[in-house]
């Protein structure tokens, strides 16, 4: 399994921006799809974004399109969320994750189809 570190989640304001980076230890993180997932307070694990192994395949939850952007760097073996306009409501632990399964066609959203995560970051959104 890729161990992952995730970093750049803090306390902001409505309508700001932050950028989370996740660090993978090893470059079979290349070969795998990349989600990023949320944890808001009190709720189950949800999926956020997700990226093929290329990066040529992109998915996102219905309430973050067009406002959160996920990328990834194979070079440095890292990924990245970027997050404009967040809102109270995206206030949650933010983790990435590597998919379980090689997938070069499509990428993958369910929490039982990734199998290495981080520790998580914590975003919390102010009104």
């Known amino acids: 399994q890729v161990q992952l570190v995730e970093s750049g989640g803090r306390s902001v304001q409505d309508g700001d921006s932050l950028r989370l980076s996740c660090a993978a230890s090893?470059?079979?993180?290349?070969?795998?799809?990349m989600g990023w997932f949320r944890q808001p307070p009190g709720k189950e694990r949800e999926f956020v974004a997700a990226?093929?192994?290329?990066?040529?395949?992109?998915d996102y939850r219905d309430s973050v399109k067009g406002r959160f952007t996920i990328s990834r760097d194979n070079v440095k073996n890292m990924g990245f969320l970027q997050m404009n306009s967040l809102k109270p409501e995206d206030t949650a632990v933010y983790y990435c994750a590597t998919s379980k399964i090689h997938y070069t066609w499509k990428v993958v959203v369910r929490v039982d189809e990734y199998d290495s995560w981080g520790q998580g970051t914590q975003v919390t959104v102010s009104s």
């Open positions: 990226i093929s192994y290329r990066g040529g395949i992109t």
């Open positions: 090893d470059h079979s993180f290349s070969n795998l799809v």
